[in-house]
């Protein structure tokens, strides 16, 4: 007799196709899977940095950097100088005597005035703290050390430092110090800019008066 092969039917379907229906999934509403490091080895979108991050952390240094520019300097400054003392000695270019009476000075009000609107410098010229300032400055710091120079400086200093209190209260403001520090804490720097120049004009005739 013949052999016939026997091919068993195929299995009915688990879901009929009547059965079947088709379900929407909304995948905003699936929750997100933790990314997952394997051992051994390492994500590439996990290890660089987001271009958002990177321009938040430029961001946040370069403002830091803005509001304390001024002691940043300092510290940079006597850093080198720590490290590197011939950087700044009599025989540099870099001779702060020579640097900065030379371009240091011009190069701050160059500066200043170049970031200040000429409205801002005019209105300053006519500004009604300039008196008060320049009578702070010049006559009223000088006669209150000229005061404690004859009561209370001699009972814990000696005369040489005595004499030089008496010489730095009658000078009037340095120009560095007048416009980085008012600029750094956010103050008036065209007034401070005005009265660095008054005070440093006068200064030049009513300065040897406290002496002469």
């Known amino acids: ?22 379900v ?11 990314l997952t490091i394997p051992r051994g080895g390492s994500s590439s979108s996990s290890s660089t940095p987001h271009p958002q991050s990177l321009r938040k952390l430029h961001s946040s240094i370069s403002s830091f950097i803005d509001r304390n520019f001024f002691i940043i300097g300092m510290f940079t400054s006597l850093t080198l100088s720590f490290l590197c003392p011939s950087i ?56 209150l050390n000229l005061l404690l120079s004859k009561t209370l400086y001699p009972l814990i200093l000696p005369q040489p430092y005595i004499t030089g209190l008496l010489l730095l209260s009658a000078l009037p403001t340095t120009v560095n110090m007048c416009i980085a520090l008012t600029s750094s804490c956010g103050g008036n720097t065209a007034t401070a800019v005005t009265n660095a ?12 008066l406290w002496f002469g």
């Open 88 to 143: 700044f000695s009599d025989a540099s270019p870099l001779n702060p005597k020579y640097l900065i009476s030379t371009f240091g000075v011009p190069l701050i009000f160059l500066l200043s005035g170049l970031s200040l609107p000429f409205t801002s410098l005019t209105t300053s010229l006519l500004s009604p703290l300039n008196l008060p300032i320049t009578l702070l400055s010049l006559l009223a710091i000088p006669l």
């Open 197 to 208: 120049v008054i005070g440093n004009v006068l200064g030049v005739v009513v300065t040897p």
């Open 1 to 22: 007799p013949s052999h016939s092969t026997l091919i068993p039917p195929p299995h009915p379907p688990l879901f009929p196709l009547h059965a079947r229906k088709t």
């Open 24 to 34: 929407n999934v909304d995948e905003k509403a699936l929750p997100q899977k933790a």
